[in-house]
T-cell receptor
Framework: GAGVSQSPSNKVTEKGKDVELRCDPI?????LYWYRQSLGQGLEFLIY????????KSGLPSDRFSAERTGGSVSTLTIQRTQQEDSAVYLCASSLGLGAGRTDTQYFGPGTRLTVL | QQPVQSPQAVILREGEDAVINCSSSKALYSVHWYRQKHGEAPVFLMILLKGGEQKGHDKISASFNEKKQQSSLYLTASQLSYSGTYFC?????????FGTGTSLTVIP
């Protein structure tokens, strides 16, 4: 596809369940970002992958959150034991990976709307 | 570490001008500007890489004052299509921080 894709587009889950959110970046993009956007709020940085380098996980809000990127392409954000405060839109973006993110244009996917009941 | 934007919200009539400011307490190495329409993903507007740099396309332009750790986005002769929330953003180490956002509404 031409753009960043995310799946599922919507996810409703019960409190305490685990969820996996998937992001397919634009082909050839080595950098990948995850953000969280609560209703009416700004974009909260979660994690950044650059090529095969180990990501800095300090932006993840708790140890219930984890992310991985296989083969430098597809990424999965996993939330364990979901809580109601995890309800938000989770956005993924990818970029060419130039300048360690300082000079890159980020292309965003449509997001996954997560609702935790 | 999140940049602070001002104003938080602004309402304009078509054809009016607006300025959105982005200020950081930490050094800015580059400033990125994005616009997000309601229910949609953010879309890139422009990147400013050097202090003193100014850029623009169409009637939207921006400036970057590296010393003051500030950037401003200028919208001239606003159009209805300019409505949305504007975010500045900046990389810090291995992270990327978007600003607090400015909601801009253009009315006929």
């Amino acid at each position: 596809g031409a753009g960043v894709s995310q799946s599922p587009s919507n996810k409703v889950t019960e409190k305490g369940k685990d969820v996996e959110l998937r992001c397919d970046p634009i082909s050839g993009h080595t950098a990948l970002y995850w953000y969280r956007q609560s209703l009416g709020q700004g974009l909260e940085f979660l994690i950044y992958f650059q090529g095969n380098s180990a990501p800095d996980k300090s932006g993840l809000p708790s140890d219930r959150f984890s992310a991985e990127r296989t083969g430098g392409s597809v990424s999965t954000l996993t939330i364990q034991r979901t809580q109601q405060e995890d309800s938000a839109v989770y956005l993924c973006a990818s970029s060419l990976g130039l300048g360690a993110g300082r000079t890159d244009t980020q292309y965003f996917g449509p997001g996954t709307r997560l609702t935790v009941l | 570490q999140q940049p602070v934007q001002s104003p938080q919200a602004v309402i304009l009539r078509e054809g009016e001008d607006a300025v959105i400011n982005c200020s950081s307490s930490k050094a800015l190495y580059s400033v990125h500007w994005y616009r997000q329409k309601h229910g949609e993903a953010p879309v890139f507007l422009m990147i400013l890489l050097k202090g003193g740099e100014q850029k623009g396309h169409d009637k939207i332009s921006a400036s970057f004052n590296e010393k003051k750790q500030q950037s401003s986005l200028y919208l001239t002769a606003s159009q209805l299509s300019y409505s949305g929330t504007y975010f500045c953003g900046t990389p810090t180490g291995n992270q990327f921080y978007f600003g607090t956002g400015t909601s801009l509404t253009v009315i006929p």
